[in-house]
Protein backbone atom coordinates (compact mmCIF):
# COMPACT_ATOMS: atom_id res chain seq x y z
CA UNK A 1 0.00 0.00 0.00
CA UNK A 2 1.22 3.22 -0.72
CA UNK A 3 1.61 5.48 2.38
CA UNK A 4 3.57 8.16 4.05
CA UNK A 5 4.86 6.67 7.73
CA UNK A 6 5.80 8.01 10.69
CA UNK A 7 6.50 7.56 14.24
CA UNK A 8 5.95 8.24 16.86
CA UNK A 9 2.66 9.10 16.94
CA UNK A 10 2.36 10.40 20.23
CA UNK A 11 5.27 11.56 21.90
CA UNK A 12 5.84 13.39 25.21
CA UNK A 13 9.11 14.98 26.28
CA UNK A 14 10.86 17.19 28.48
CA UNK A 15 12.55 20.61 27.73
CA UNK A 16 16.14 20.02 26.08
CA UNK A 17 15.72 16.23 25.67
CA UNK A 18 16.85 15.81 21.83
CA UNK A 19 14.15 13.78 20.08
CA UNK A 20 13.84 12.50 16.38
CA UNK A 21 10.72 11.98 14.44
CA UNK A 22 11.17 9.81 11.69
CA UNK A 23 9.43 9.36 8.28
CA UNK A 24 8.79 7.14 5.46
CA UNK A 25 7.24 7.00 2.28
CA UNK A 26 6.86 4.12 -0.29
CA UNK A 27 6.37 6.25 -3.33
CA UNK A 28 9.22 6.66 -4.84
CA UNK A 29 8.79 9.91 -4.52
CA UNK A 30 10.81 12.66 -4.67
CA UNK A 31 9.91 15.58 -2.98
CA UNK A 32 9.54 15.26 0.74
CA UNK A 33 8.18 17.95 3.37
CA UNK A 34 7.35 18.67 7.13
CA UNK A 35 4.50 20.87 8.32
CA UNK A 36 3.28 21.92 11.92
CA UNK A 37 0.01 22.58 12.35
CA UNK A 38 -1.63 24.58 15.27
CA UNK A 39 -4.81 25.61 16.80
CA UNK A 40 -5.98 28.92 14.34
CA UNK A 41 -2.57 28.76 12.57
CA UNK A 42 -3.13 26.28 10.07
CA UNK A 43 0.22 23.95 8.42
CA UNK A 44 3.12 25.78 8.36
CA UNK A 45 6.19 24.44 6.17
CA UNK A 46 8.68 23.68 8.44
CA UNK A 47 11.59 21.99 5.94
CA UNK A 48 11.42 20.46 2.50
CA UNK A 49 13.13 18.39 0.23
CA UNK A 50 13.81 18.20 -3.26
CA UNK A 51 16.13 15.57 -3.52
CA UNK A 52 18.72 13.10 -1.49
CA UNK A 53 20.91 15.71 -0.02
CA UNK A 54 18.98 18.46 -0.92
CA UNK A 55 16.87 20.14 1.72
CA UNK A 56 15.69 23.76 2.09
CA UNK A 57 14.04 26.03 5.25
CA UNK A 58 10.18 26.47 4.96
CA UNK A 59 8.28 29.51 6.83
CA UNK A 60 9.19 28.20 10.41
CA UNK A 61 12.22 25.93 10.51
CA UNK A 62 14.10 27.48 13.80
CA UNK A 63 14.61 24.58 16.20
CA UNK A 64 14.40 22.00 13.58
CA UNK A 65 16.71 20.29 11.67
CA UNK A 66 16.22 17.45 8.73
CA UNK A 67 18.60 15.31 6.51
CA UNK A 68 18.03 13.68 3.31
CA UNK A 69 20.23 10.64 3.31
CA UNK A 70 18.01 8.03 1.13
CA UNK A 71 15.23 8.84 -0.97
CA UNK A 72 12.71 7.31 0.90
CA UNK A 73 13.55 8.85 5.17
CA UNK A 74 13.04 12.14 5.82
CA UNK A 75 13.37 12.69 9.65
CA UNK A 76 12.89 15.95 11.70
CA UNK A 77 15.04 15.85 14.71
CA UNK A 78 14.75 18.60 17.44
CA UNK A 79 18.07 18.97 19.06
CA UNK A 80 16.24 20.94 22.24
CA UNK A 81 12.71 21.04 22.44
CA UNK A 82 10.86 24.00 23.71
CA UNK A 83 7.54 23.75 25.00
CA UNK A 84 6.61 26.31 22.12
CA UNK A 85 7.41 23.26 19.79
CA UNK A 86 4.86 21.29 21.36
CA UNK A 87 2.34 20.65 17.92
CA UNK A 88 0.94 18.12 15.38
CA UNK A 89 3.77 17.31 12.90
CA UNK A 90 2.51 15.61 9.40
CA UNK A 91 5.18 14.45 7.11
CA UNK A 92 4.85 14.68 3.27
CA UNK A 93 5.47 13.21 -0.46
CA UNK A 94 5.10 13.92 -3.71
CA UNK A 95 6.45 13.04 -6.92
CA UNK A 96 6.67 16.31 -8.24
CA UNK A 97 10.10 17.91 -7.69
CA UNK A 98 8.72 21.07 -6.20
CA UNK A 99 5.86 22.84 -4.27
CA UNK A 100 3.28 21.72 -6.71
CA UNK A 101 1.42 19.10 -7.01
CA UNK A 102 -0.59 16.59 -5.04
CA UNK A 103 1.60 15.63 -1.73
CA UNK A 104 0.58 12.98 0.45
CA UNK A 105 0.69 13.44 4.36
CA UNK A 106 1.36 10.89 6.45
CA UNK A 107 -1.21 10.28 9.94
CA UNK A 108 0.98 13.09 12.10
CA UNK A 109 2.37 12.87 15.19
CA UNK A 110 1.67 14.88 18.08
CA UNK A 111 4.08 16.45 20.34
CA UNK A 112 4.15 17.92 23.87
CA UNK A 113 6.84 19.69 25.10
CA UNK A 114 6.56 20.07 29.28
CA UNK B 1 5.90 37.00 3.07
CA UNK B 2 2.83 35.35 1.54
CA UNK B 3 -0.56 35.65 3.34
CA UNK B 4 -3.11 33.45 3.01
CA UNK B 5 -6.84 33.12 4.86
CA UNK B 6 -9.83 32.08 4.83
CA UNK B 7 -13.13 34.15 4.73
CA UNK B 8 -15.05 31.90 7.45
CA UNK B 9 -13.18 29.46 10.04
CA UNK B 10 -16.92 27.46 10.12
CA UNK B 11 -19.58 26.93 7.48
CA UNK B 12 -22.97 25.10 8.05
CA UNK B 13 -24.54 23.71 5.03
CA UNK B 14 -27.80 20.96 4.85
CA UNK B 15 -27.38 18.14 3.38
CA UNK B 16 -27.78 17.96 -0.19
CA UNK B 17 -27.47 22.09 -0.12
CA UNK B 18 -24.05 23.57 -2.46
CA UNK B 19 -20.98 24.35 -0.20
CA UNK B 20 -18.63 27.15 -1.33
CA UNK B 21 -15.43 28.01 0.69
CA UNK B 22 -13.40 31.43 -0.19
CA UNK B 23 -9.71 32.01 0.20
CA UNK B 24 -7.93 34.73 -0.22
CA UNK B 25 -4.26 35.54 -0.99
CA UNK B 26 -1.70 38.43 -1.25
CA UNK B 27 1.03 37.35 -3.03
CA UNK B 28 0.29 38.47 -6.98
CA UNK B 29 3.03 36.14 -7.96
CA UNK B 30 1.27 32.99 -6.75
CA UNK B 31 1.44 30.47 -9.20
CA UNK B 32 -0.17 26.99 -8.09
CA UNK B 33 -3.27 26.98 -5.85
CA UNK B 34 -4.59 23.41 -4.44
CA UNK B 35 -7.22 22.62 -1.75
CA UNK B 36 -7.17 19.71 0.41
CA UNK B 37 -9.10 18.49 3.04
CA UNK B 38 -9.01 16.85 6.56
CA UNK B 39 -10.95 14.78 8.53
CA UNK B 40 -10.47 14.43 12.27
CA UNK B 41 -7.51 12.74 13.23
CA UNK B 42 -6.25 12.28 9.79
CA UNK B 43 -3.29 14.18 7.75
CA UNK B 44 -4.50 16.34 4.89
CA UNK B 45 -6.17 14.60 1.46
CA UNK B 46 -5.87 16.56 -1.76
CA UNK B 47 -8.91 17.40 -3.47
CA UNK B 48 -8.36 19.26 -6.36
CA UNK B 49 -5.54 22.37 -7.67
CA UNK B 50 -5.07 24.81 -10.36
CA UNK B 51 -2.08 27.03 -11.82
CA UNK B 52 -2.74 30.62 -12.78
CA UNK B 53 -2.96 30.09 -16.30
CA UNK B 54 -6.29 28.89 -15.53
CA UNK B 55 -9.57 30.10 -13.90
CA UNK B 56 -11.37 26.80 -13.41
CA UNK B 57 -11.37 23.95 -13.17
CA UNK B 58 -14.01 20.42 -12.22
CA UNK B 59 -13.42 17.42 -10.03
CA UNK B 60 -15.84 15.13 -9.34
CA UNK B 61 -18.56 17.41 -7.64
CA UNK B 62 -15.95 19.96 -6.74
CA UNK B 63 -15.21 23.41 -8.35
CA UNK B 64 -12.16 25.03 -8.30
CA UNK B 65 -12.62 29.15 -9.33
CA UNK B 66 -9.47 31.73 -9.32
CA UNK B 67 -10.09 34.94 -9.89
CA UNK B 68 -5.90 36.36 -9.65
CA UNK B 69 -7.89 40.19 -10.31
CA UNK B 70 -8.98 39.70 -6.89
CA UNK B 71 -6.39 37.52 -5.73
CA UNK B 72 -9.68 35.28 -4.78
CA UNK B 73 -10.09 31.04 -4.69
CA UNK B 74 -12.86 29.17 -3.81
CA UNK B 75 -13.91 25.93 -3.45
CA UNK B 76 -17.19 24.85 -4.40
CA UNK B 77 -19.07 21.18 -3.21
CA UNK B 78 -21.86 19.85 -5.31
CA UNK B 79 -24.77 18.07 -3.35
CA UNK B 80 -22.72 18.15 0.57
CA UNK B 81 -22.79 14.95 2.01
CA UNK B 82 -21.98 13.99 5.95
CA UNK B 83 -18.95 12.71 4.36
CA UNK B 84 -17.66 16.44 3.17
CA UNK B 85 -17.71 17.00 6.93
CA UNK B 86 -14.04 18.26 7.55
CA UNK B 87 -11.36 21.60 7.61
CA UNK B 88 -10.95 22.57 3.89
CA UNK B 89 -7.73 24.07 3.81
CA UNK B 90 -6.84 26.50 0.46
CA UNK B 91 -2.51 26.55 -0.01
CA UNK B 92 -0.10 28.00 -2.92
CA UNK B 93 2.54 28.16 -4.04
CA UNK B 94 4.28 31.84 -4.66
CA UNK B 95 6.50 31.11 -7.58
CA UNK B 96 9.14 28.36 -5.36
CA UNK B 97 8.78 25.15 -4.15
CA UNK B 98 7.46 26.57 -0.30
CA UNK B 99 3.80 25.55 0.05
CA UNK B 100 1.96 28.01 1.78
CA UNK B 101 -1.43 27.05 3.73
CA UNK B 102 -4.49 29.00 5.00
CA UNK B 103 -6.10 29.04 8.27
CA UNK B 104 -8.88 26.46 7.21
CA UNK B 105 -12.57 26.39 7.17
CA UNK B 106 -14.37 23.68 9.80
CA UNK B 107 -17.41 22.15 6.94
CA UNK B 108 -20.17 21.30 8.96
CA UNK B 109 -22.79 19.44 7.27
CA UNK B 110 -26.61 19.28 8.91
CA UNK B 111 -29.12 16.60 8.16
Known amino acids: EAQVTQNPRYLITVTGKKLTVTCSQNMNHEYMSWYRQDPGLGLRQIYY???????DKGDVPEGYKVSRKEKRNFPLILESPSPNQTSLYFC?????????????FGPGTRLTVL | GESVGLHLPTLSVQEGDNSIINCAYSNSASDYFIWYKQESGKGPQFIIDIRSNMDKRQGQRVTVLLNKTVKHLSLQIAATQPGDSAVYFCALTGGGNKLTFGTGTQLKVEL
Open chain 1, 92 to 104: ASSLVTSGMGEQF
Open chain 1, 49 to 55: SMNVEVT
